[in-house]
């Protein structure tokens, strides 16, 4: 919302596709002063305000923002869980001692929040529903122990309760938390089930409720200082060796295995090198990786020496455990290898394999893949017999539909001894292809007499002749 | 008499060899088909002339073969003496563009002794090495019984045993090579069939 508005005093809604209509998700101070509300469908509420401006929501993206948000959050105390879509909750019991007081720290907070442009409501409390109950109406402190006396002229709706049980409890004259307060118990949930009591006591602290805090993401990066400069080739490996098997260990409890290495090496005078190792699988075999690096190692520049390493898997991918079997892919392994290391000089890339392609069009039969990223797979199948290579086509003289008896190619002069064909390929209509411009295509292998086995075709809508590939 | 085909072929393994002729890719499968195992293929990226993997299934199953495309020769011998040291594959082929020196040779003897593999240069004419183990020109010929496979097969150079010529021609079905009788001998085989 905050990025995206342009104009703070016109009334401005974000919307969503919900419940099969386009709803307003979140709207500015202006909007809400023209009666609308989250939720409404937008139809109506361009009705109320025909000069809306509205956009539709990125939930993706505010859901990173709001772990950004929180990971911000940190500075205050490391206790952080997410409340709803829109909200933190931090735990600051303990931390709040790093401040001469909660309203200090309370100041600061809404102070940089506001820096960056976020408007926030901020309450603290005993309990978690309290100080939501507080957030919610205007933010503010519960002192310790004040926490019933500072809620109790809220709303029911601070409470977190459905929006329905609070409409009824209001019907019901039930305005305030005191209100509820004063009601004996056994009634109220005979009424309205046991939540709205579960609420109460969540936010007065009669029931526990805990705050499940964020995991930290996986962290693929080891790093080493060393006391002393380094310069040796062996040396550097030894210290690879070393973070490798510390990074392996985390790669492994992870379940994933590495694609992308980076091993960062800081030299004394500050300047940095980095050796890159792209991996031909997954992998987080330590002993495996190692002796991948040596190539990009060995052209490392070491001046006068390097005191700081780090290593970093910056592409991870998943790699279950696997069973050890007696035929384990031993060959397999060396071959990935080979891959990996050949791509250190020529660019994984640049191994490739073929795969098979649904297509009559000779040169479209088969795909190049990366051989790193691709599995052998699918079947070949030549229903007729193809050549072994494949050129652009380069014409020949030659008239009428048989092949010439003779003719000349790649200055030899040629004369067919035997001709098999026609196998009549067409175009693929639905591939604008600049070479099948010319049209139908007849095949023919011609033997010369001369030994040449060539593959040439004629086009009859568009006369003329070609050599296309060469038989062995 | 002539020498058995099969001592010659396939060549000796932990060598690099050279094939040059027309017909040097099908002598390349076939070797490749004939080691089992993976292929790697290293060539310039800039050649004109694509292998056509439809074509090679007739010789080999296309699975078993991995290109890598260097940008010039240096890059593809270095890929292959890479490759031939590691014996993760079983069969090196080469494109080559200009002759080796007798360093690069030799390297690639080396490693392909180290590894255990076969190295095979697909060479132009005239630019042997004297490094390689064997040398082979290659040339389909024509055959009025209607052979479509026909080859001949000229050993120019060995360095440990004789030099001979063979007619050859390759069976796709089962993907094994066969020698075609010498002239002379199919008229005696004519003959005792009258």
Redesign the interface.
Known sequence: MRARSTDSDAPFALTHLHKSANRIYCLNRAARAQGLHPGMPHADAHAFCPDLISQPADLPGDARFQQMLARWATRYCPWIGLEGPHGLVLDVTGSTHLWPDEATMLGDMKQRLSRAGIHALIGIADTRGASWALALHGGGIAQPGQTEARIARLPVSALRIAEKTCVSLERLGLRTIADLIALPRPTVTRRFGAEVLLRLDQALGAQPESISPLSDPPHYGVRMTLPEPIGLTSDVMAGTQRLLTRLCETLKEQEVGARVLQLTLRRVDQDSQQVELRLARPLRDAGRILPLFERGVGEVEAGFGIDMMRLEATQVEPLPVKQVTHIAGR?KD??D???T??GT??GLE?????L?ADSHI??R??T?AA?AFSE??GS?V?LH????????PEPIAGHGNRPPKSFRWRNMSLST??A?GPERIAPEWWMADENWRAGLRDYW?V???????LWLFHTPQNPGWFVQ???? | MRPDLADHFPPRTGRTHEVNG??S??FS?ALAQARG??T?WARE?WA????????????L???????????DQL?VL??SE??LR????TLVVMELSKPLDLTAGRRLQLAAEAGKSTGLCLIQDGMGSNAAETRWHC????SES?D??H?SWDLKKNKSGTLSKWEVR?D?ETRRLRLVPDPAQRQGLARAQH
């Open positions: 060959d060396k071959l290898d080979l891959i290391r050949i000089r020529i640049n191994v490739q394999r073929f098979p000779p040169e039969s088969f190049i051989a052998p797979e070949w030549a017999p193809r050549p072994l290579k494949l050129f652009t001894g035997r098999t292998r033997e010369t007499r001369q030994g040449r086995r590939g060469e038989f062995a | 027309p017909s890719l099908s499968l195992g993976t790697l990226d004109p002339e694509q292998l056509n993997p439809v074509g090679i299934s007739a010789y199953d296309p699975a078993k073969l991995l290109i890598a495309q260097g940008k890059e270095a890929v890479e490759a590691s014996g993760a594959v040339a389909p010929v024509f209607g479509s496979t080859q390759w796709a």
